[in-house]
């Protein structure tokens, strides 16, 4: 266990100096913004402005599709991944997994009353974040592992679903489900309708995703791909059961999505989307694909309405990615100014 | 590295005493067959006598089917898993997987003169069979080994697939992938017209299968899990590659079914197909869903069309869960008795 699975897992850099508030921009809820957006029901990506992002999409979906185009792709072949931090949900001010992390601590604790003066449990449920930050990663791993492992894949499953069906974000107030891309949600859905197969490959936990990615983005439980970590399967009692281990497995972020890709998906997608350094080698990946392939980079920029970070971030850094993107010409979006949309919120 | 490992890989049992002769029942290639069936069109399985395993899975899809039914399954539930080696296809006398091992062997040689005097590749090239067993696990691991790893995905992936499309059986002449049973071909369309997801889970390597199940059972690549090895991807002159290595992730057989199941598809199954007892784990993970489901085990009966074998078999063995079979109400399919037809020529 070090940093990196540890990151892979609940997502917080150890650069991030604070803990919960380590982000410098500022926001507002979604409630607050303008709903200057009208859509038009031909438009299959109302909330994408008519700039640059939205026509490449456009041009290159109408290209691929076209059976007379030299660029056709068949139906087997269209194959799209999406990252999910930062790419079709908020990321700020900490992975929303974090959250959920911190969550458990506190659910579990009447269970655990030597948690009152044991490190790091104490410090969670103080609130303490200076001392918190003194546990140090041994502590945050211990953290992670106490509240994702240790149970049954169908106890998790119940715990992630109550979760995501109650919790609140701490600064947007609506709950994380509501804090999903908009756009993206029409972009998976206008991909799908031109036969592309729409896949999750996330840092996040697999299992952390699966129980509502489903009904959020309409992609099946199998078509994610996330961080996981080991099981065993146990027969007492002529109950089959599988356990979840606190030892990592699967660590699917930067040059484990490429491989994840591969073991899961068994080829190359022609189209990817993302916006951190972590999903480059995805990016290159589906780049090296001879197939006309589509890579997407979301760029935070709006302060107001979602966060706005990129070279130097505690979360979703975006620096090497943004320099081969421009080197290469692939697709950044500006969410400022591409998107009249961010969350569905805004579209009620 | 061990015996279990092994098998996993290249499903040789060591129980086997022979190696290249250990069937001991009478095959005849299957044009020798008779071509007594009559493809009714509406019968969405033409192959299957109208006996007990037909009569099961007709009632069983039409009941999970039909909206006002107490049993139906909405459409994301209808997860079909199918074991490959003798349920989709034969595997007699050996594993198709080994004979592949073995022909890569004899390719490989000209690139390797050392082998000419080095064991275990010594007794491959000169056919030595009760040499090559006198190797032991360790000689057949690293048969496996060094003809599964040390290339790339794509690599591997062509070399699968130029066998597939050049190897014959040594018994039946014909190509292995015209030993896929027609009665199963028949039985996967059926669930998929009836809106199932369907999915091979087999203890037979994932990039062994991928090239071709597409084409030939009508699965989709992200759709086949299977037993893998490690891989390590690297970027080296700006070309991303992903490296296959001699050491094995996933064993999919047995226990390792259940938490594949889990770990690519992310819900249990309401249909599974199997043949042996590798399958039972599966078929329990299947039975332990509270949605109604269906269990098939293909029992091989055939000694004349096919292979006839169960109980004690070096490969295939259906002991156990012939057992828990009868105990429990599963279907069993007798080959003989229930397939009008085994392979696809005999419909042609």
Chains 1, 2 share one sequence.
């Not at 410090?123 to 106490?146: C, I, R, W």
């Not at 715990?159 to 993206?184: C, G, N, R, S």
């Not at 099946?220 to 970590?229: A, H, I, T």
């Not at 971030?313 to 010409?329: L, Q, R, Y």
Request: hydrophobic share 35%; net charge neutral.
């Amino acid at each position: 266990m070090n940093a990196r699975i540890f990151r892979s897992i609940i997502g917080l850099s150890v650069s991030c100096p604070f803990f919960f508030s380590c982000n410098k921009t500022t926001q507002t809820s979604p409630s607050e913004t303008s709903k200057d957006s009208v859509a038009v029901t031909t438009d299959p990506l109302p909330s994408w402005n008519d700039r640059e992002g939205k026509k490449a999409i456009l041009t290159y979906v109408k290209e691929v599709t076209d059976p007379k185009s030299s660029s056709f792709i068949t139906i087997p072949d269209r194959i799209a991944t999406f990252d999910n931090d930062g790419t079709l949900w908020s990321e700020q001010p900490l992975y929303f997994q974090f959250f959920f992390a911190l969550d458990r601590v506190k659910a579990m604790a009447p269970k655990h009353p030597e948690w009152k003066n044991k490190q790091p449990f104490k410090a969670v449920l103080e609130h303490n974040t200076e001392e918190l930050m003194k546990q140090g990663e041994k502590g945050l791993v211990q953290l992670v592992m106490t509240t994702h492992a240790g149970n049954t894949t169908d106890e998790f499953d119940s715990i992630v679903t109550q979760w995501i069906d109650t919790a609140k974000h701490p600064i947007k107030k609506v709950k994380y489900t509501e804090l999903v891309f908009q756009p993206m949600l029409e972009l998976i859905q206008y991909l799908q309708a031109n036969d592309f197969k729409t896949f999750i490959v996330s840092g996040g936990g697999i299992e952390f995703m699966r129980p509502w990615t489903e009904g959020v983005y309409g992609i099946p439980k199998d078509q994610v791909v996330g961080s996981s970590v080991k099981t065993q399967y146990d027969y007492n009692n002529g109950k089959p059961i599988i356990k979840r281990l606190a030892e990592l497995d699967l660590n699917d972020d930067k040059e484990g999505k490429p491989m994840a890709i591969h073991r899961y998906i068994g080829r190359k997608p022609v189209f990817s989307a993302g916006n951190s350094d972590g999903d480059l080698q995805m990016f290159r990946w589906t780049d090296s694909n001879p197939l006309k392939n589509f890579k997407l980079y979301v760029h935070h920029t709006d302060s107001i309405r979602e966060w706005a970070y990129d070279r130097p971030s505690h979360i979703g850094t975006f620096d090497k990615g943004w320099d081969e993107a421009k080197a290469k010409g692939w697709t950044v979006v500006d969410m400022k100014e591409e998107w009249n949309a961010i969350y569905p919120l805004e579209k009620k």
